[in-house]
């Protein structure tokens, strides 16, 4: 931590410094890439201030006019992707096309979420004797919200996006790790013409603490969070005597199952990409992958090749398709998985360690792209979240096994199935206990469909038609005439 003046907190609408600021590492060689103001808790209620005395004004601008807004900033997303996708690769690490390709992402959500603010209507229900009734929606309040470094762009404009969309102010809070391209992306939306104190952002590298300040401050009516489900049920307890909206999109620990009947090109491929895009490191990321007994060499032979093809290196080198871990923790715990898999009878296809580069300056966090067969379910890498480069592939014989063998996790967010028997994958569908799906599809992700997942993976929705329903309260309205 140092006493660098560095201006990153937005606070009624201007750009202010905190006495203190903290570092910002690029993964792939550990050095210090910038500094980020580390806000304290008496800048977060400064930004709830000003987005609490702001609320009413944007709540009654009229959706067109908020949408100008929205359309404007992903307009100029557009226009800076290549430089916001280079920063975006040095403070994540991730390859340059996949940080322009979450990018393009998030002007389409913006988009999107500018045509759902025109659409959060309610309804008139028929007469009774009385006279007929009313269902309104109305923006919630003050809102905000807590996102990962994992997407750090796509992540934050979602939740942004819909949140103004319906008429609530926002307070951010980006990932300490990842507080460049947030305040980068915060920046562009600001330059729109944003009234002053609807959009806020705090950079800090002790969250806890400023989310505790949040927390207990009633004029905050909505939290929304992804990152770790530990984090997450942990929101949940601290709410204490003040009950609010909380929308959280936690961990995951998503199955693949491919069908006898599969095209193994293209499920090699999905599966393949599903598992290694972000080196891992995404809550959606195949961790288990289930293979007919019927396929399985055939499956794996392919997998293999695909696998050991992936180049390693730091996001802006060409060819790169996977890059670092975010920190050593990250790293360990791929480590301690492979380990304990390996114990106890599964097999290395591909990698199983760290990776070595050679270059001095990739001092970061690195590890192999690694196949592990053979895997039982009493593994750690079977029942744990995985959140790195290595994917677990066991086999099954018949549909009822492998629902249950997909089904036995405390998670519930994405799954994919790869096969052409469309009856057979719907009766999957309906039995599986996830709230997206691939089917032979491995990018599930897209603005028009609503993201989020069952049991210890989350509530509510992101995205889709749905999305806007989680910024808004519902009022009833009996009229009598």
């Known amino acids: 931590m140092s006493d660098t003046t560095v201006a990153t907190l937005l606070i009624e609408g201007r750009w202010v410094a905190a006495p203190s600021s903290f ?8 050095e210090v890439i910038g500094q980020a103001s580390d806000a304290t808790a008496e800048h977060a209620r400064a930004a709830l201030d000003a987005a609490s005395a702001a609320f009413r ?68 229900t028929p007469a009774n004797a009385a006279g007929p009734g009313l269902v309104l929606r109305s923006p919630v309040g003050p809102v905000l919200a807590i996102t990962p470094w994992n997407f750090p762009a796509s992540m934050l404009i979602r939740k942004v996006g819909l949140a103004l969309a319906a008429g609530c102010t926002v307070v951010a809070k980006p ?61 949940l307890r601290r709410t204490g005597s003040v009950l609010r909206r909380t929308s959280l999109e936690m961990g995951g620990h998503s199955p693949a199952i491919v069908l006898e009947d599969a095209d193994l090109e293209a499920a090699a491929s999905g599966v393949v990409t599903a598992k290694f895009f972000n080196a ?22 392919l997998i293999e090749k695909k696998t050991s093809a992936l180049r ?28 304990d898999a390996v114990e106890q009878g599964a097999r290395v296809l ?82 599986l206990d996830f709230g997206v799906f691939g089917v032979n599809d491995p990018a599930p992700v897209r603005p028009e469909l609503p993201f989020g997942g069952q049991k210890n993976s989350g509530q509510e929705r992101e995205g889709g038609s749905e999305g806007i329903d989680a910024y808004t309260e519902t009022k009833a309205v009996a009229l009598r005439f």
């Open 312 to 339: 390693l290196g730091r996001g802006d080198a060409e060819g790169v398709a996977v890059g670092p871990l975010i920190d050593e923790a990250g790293i360990a715990k791929v480590e301690r998985q492979v380990a």
């Open 175 to 235: 990932a300490e790790q990842t507080p460049l391209i947030a305040t980068a992306l915060l920046g562009i939306l600001q330059e729109t013409g944003l009234p002053a104190g609807v959009l806020g952002s705090l950079t800090t590298s002790r969250p806890a603490e400023l989310v505790d300040a949040l927390l207990t401050d009633r004029r905050l009516r909505k939290v929304s969070f992804t990152g770790s489900t530990e984090v997450g049920l942990g929101l």
């Open 23 to 30: 570092d910002v590492v690029d993964p792939a060689s550990l």
């Open 350 to 431: 591909v990698g199983g360690n760290r990776w070595e580069p050679g270059d001095p300056a990739l001092r970061g966090h690195f590890f192999q792209p690694t196949v592990l067969v053979d895997v039982t379910p009493g593994m750690l890498i079977a029942h744990e979240e995985t959140f790195g480069p290595a994917l677990a592939v066991s086999t099954f014989t018949d549909d009822e096994e492998v629902v249950e063998l997909a089904n036995a996790t405390e998670y519930g967010l994405a799954a994919y199935v790869f096969g052409s028997d469309l009856r057979r994958i719907w009766r999957l569908l309906d039995r």
């Open 280 to 301: 891992g490191q995404s809550c959606t990321a195949v961790n288990r992958l289930y293979v007919h007994e019927g396929i399985r060499e055939d499956l794996l032979a």
């Open 57 to 124: 004004g944007w709540a009654g601008t009229d959706p067109e006019t908020r949408g100008t807004y929205l359309r404007a900033g992903a307009n100029a997303i557009r226009a800076r992707r290549d430089d916001l996708a280079r920063l975006l690769s040095k403070e994540n690490g991730k390859p340059l096309a996949e940080a322009a390709g979450e990018l393009a992402g998030a002007a389409r959500m913006l988009d999107w979420a500018a045509e759902e603010g025109r659409r959060a209507d309610g309804r008139v």
